[in-house]
């Protein structure tokens, strides 16, 4: 089980900034190198992401190696559970593809004594030249004998170990594939039908057009317990598209049930006109004094289409929203909304993304960071960095180059 964590420091802080993965935290840290070791190991030692999908292996490699920290307390964290393990060979990975002949021999080493090698292994795949690990395949086959289980990708299809997968016939028919539309909303109507029966209706709805009769049923869509919206309902709305709007602006405003109003407050976010901008804006609040940071992104998106005119209220908030929240993959979306709502002042914000945790954010801020000594100084690091993702390498050699003419 990974060890995590989310009593965080304030954004201010040097332990809250790299908690989140900022660029300000990796600045701050390379001023004091022997003050911040400890606070380095220890993001990778506790999993401070808000969801997995947030990026931290290259930020905390790049501050293990340009604050010039020992390798060895990362290799020790192979031997932790399997999270810890798979976070710390996730930064050795990169470590090794720098130059890091310690974190190479101990990567290659855990495929042979280390218990979770087979993730480690295919983390070597994924990155490192074929060289660094195909002479592994006789380990690696000794260890898959002894812990057999179905693999894919690299390195099992280099090696020829990928098992087939099972034959599988015809999807079988959905039990109420031949009902008509009418039909299926008297069953969506009927509150005596089970929730199993009103699913497989949504289900088939969402596998036709655009059905508009299912507008007024939707409050009634929930799950027994009320706390969640039967799953199809989602593609359904989806093909609604805009005629859904009308209806969205009355489930926005309810209180109760919770997956109404998010529904509601999505429906909007995509299809909403400018007098649902107070909506979104009152929604962003809530979130705000809910601490409620899996979401907002959307409606910040939402309100970046509408301009500084229209949503020029929204800044504040999503600057907090960009300063403090733990979720670093929604932080660029906060850049975008800011860049199209309220750009003054965004300067310093880009350079600053230009450190940042998240690919998405540094992509932002290699196109957007004004021209100076540290943007093309930053630029040519990010261009020449053998860690860096493919796609900000590329872009930040095109762009110190259009600068240096």
Aim: glycine share 8%; charged share 25%; with cysteine.
């Amino acid at each position: 089980m990974t060890q995590r964590r989310y009593e965080y420091a304030p954004a201010a802080t040097l332990p809250g900034l790299l908690q989140r993965g900022r660029g300000l935290g990796a600045r701050m840290a390379e001023e004091d190198p022997a003050a911040a070791a400890e606070l380095v190991y220890g993001c990778v030692r506790w999993d401070w992401r808000w969801e997995s999908v947030d990026q931290r292996a290259l930020y905390l490699a790049r501050l293990v190696r340009d604050l010039a920290l020992p390798v060895g307390p990362v290799v020790e964290l192979l031997a932790g559970d399997e999270d810890t393990c798979e976070r710390a060979g996730a930064v050795l990975v990169l470590l090794a593809l720098d130059g890091s002949a310690q974190a190479r021999e101990a990567l290659r080493a855990h495929v042979g004594v280390g218990r979770y090698w087979a993730p480690v292994l295919e983390a070597m795949a994924d990155r490192w030249p074929v060289e660094w690990w195909e002479d592994l395949a006789e380990t690696a086959g000794e260890r898959a004998r002894r812990d057999p289980a179905d693999r894919w990708g690299e390195p099992w299809t280099r090696w020829g170990w990928v098992r087939p997968g099972p034959v599988h016939g015809p999807p079988e028919a959905k039990p109420l594939a031949r009902t008509g539309n009418a039909e299926l909303l008297e069953l969506l109507a009927d509150p005596a039908e089970s929730q199993e029966r009103r699913t497989a209706a949504l289900d088939v709805l969402d596998d036709r057009g655009p059905e508009p009769g299912v507008l007024p049923l939707v409050p009634s869509l929930g799950t027994a317990d009320g706390r969640y919206v039967l799953w199809p309902l989602i593609g359904v709305l989806e093909k609604l598209g805009a005629r859904a709007v009308p209806a969205a602006r009355e489930w926005a405003a309810v209180t109760e049930p919770d997956w109404l109003r998010a529904q509601g407050q999505w429906v909007l976010a995509e299809y909403g006109a400018v007098e649902d901008v107070p909506v979104l804006v009152a929604e962003l609040e809530r979130h705000w004094v809910r601490r409620h940071w899996c979401g907002p992104r959307r409606q910040a998106k939402a309100l970046a289409r509408f301009g500084p005119a229209e949503a020029g209220d929204a800044v504040s908030l999503l600057r907090r929203f960009w300063l403090w929240t733990p979720h670093s993959y929604e932080r660029a979306a906060y850049l975008e909304a800011l860049a199209a709502i309220g750009p003054a002042g965004l300067g310093a914000v880009y350079t600053e993304s230009l450190r940042d945790c998240e690919a998405a954010a540094r992509l932002l801020a290699v196109g957007q960071a004004p021209d100076g000594p540290e943007v093309r100084e930053r630029l040519a690091y990010l261009r020449d960095d053998p860690m860096e993702e493919a796609e900000v390498r590329a872009a930040a050699g095109e762009r110190l180059a259009a600068l240096t003419g």
